[in-house]
């Protein structure tokens, strides 16, 4: 079924940010998607106040449209979601990957020591992505599959990463890859497989926060020490 004209703007406009063309913090102006594209001004419109109210766009008073810019409590915020859907979904997913599917996942864990190894962390980046996305992909719920894909583009976005913030966490998150595969392997109990996952996940929460809890430490006691 072809398209509607909103629908058409809302995939031009989320396809631009998830792939990088709208950056955080650039204008869309209404009268040059009409000029570029070809479509009037009110689909526009209806795709931008779907995107506000989807989080990806924010309307700022006297500037129009705006991509959002995010910070580290959106990180957060979007790590402690993700860690809920992603651990359902891992968990329904579990029964339904074959061998095939974990010796896939294997596979990317050792590249993803490997890419640690050459200090290439966009590479590590994105092996976690497929990682993850590999143990939720037989979930059998298309909606859920779309809601984690969404929140991890959210936080590509968002361009923070808890693995160059946290020292020693990325190791650890290789670790923790194995084991979430033995658990699956062994065809652990589902809410096993669900807490496992969504721990893992909100590991990465806790060691941002304590690695950002002692810089500030440190750059209080050098503030204290210059006084």
Known sequence: ?????????????????????????HRLVIDQLVREHGISSVPWRESLRRLEAEGWVEIVRNAGAVVRTFDTGSWERTMQLL????????????????????????????????????FDPALFGRLNRQFHLLLCSQCGDDRLSGLVEAEWTRLELIRRSAFWYA????????????????????????????????????????????????????????????G
């Open 83 to 118: 860690a809920r859907l992603e651990g359902y979904a891992t968990a329904l997913s579990a029964t339904r990957l074959s061998e095939e599917d974990l010796d896939r996942a294997r596979t990317l864990n050792r590249q993803m020591a490997e890419a640690l190894s050459t």
């Open 1 to 25: 079924m072809a398209l509607s004209k909103a629908d058409q703007s809302y995939e031009i406009l989320r396809k631009g940010i998830m792939e990088g063309a709208y950056a955080p913090g």
């Open 167 to 226: 020292p020693g966490r990325a190791m650890a998150a290789v670790a923790e890859h194995d084991g979430l595969i033995d658990l699956i392997a062994g065809g652990a109990d589902p809410d096993v497989i669900e807490t496992a996952a969504r721990r893992h996940e909100l590991n990465s929460v806790t060691a941002v926060a304590q690695h950002e809890a002692r810089l500030a430490a440190e750059a209080a006691d050098e503030a204290r020490s210059a």
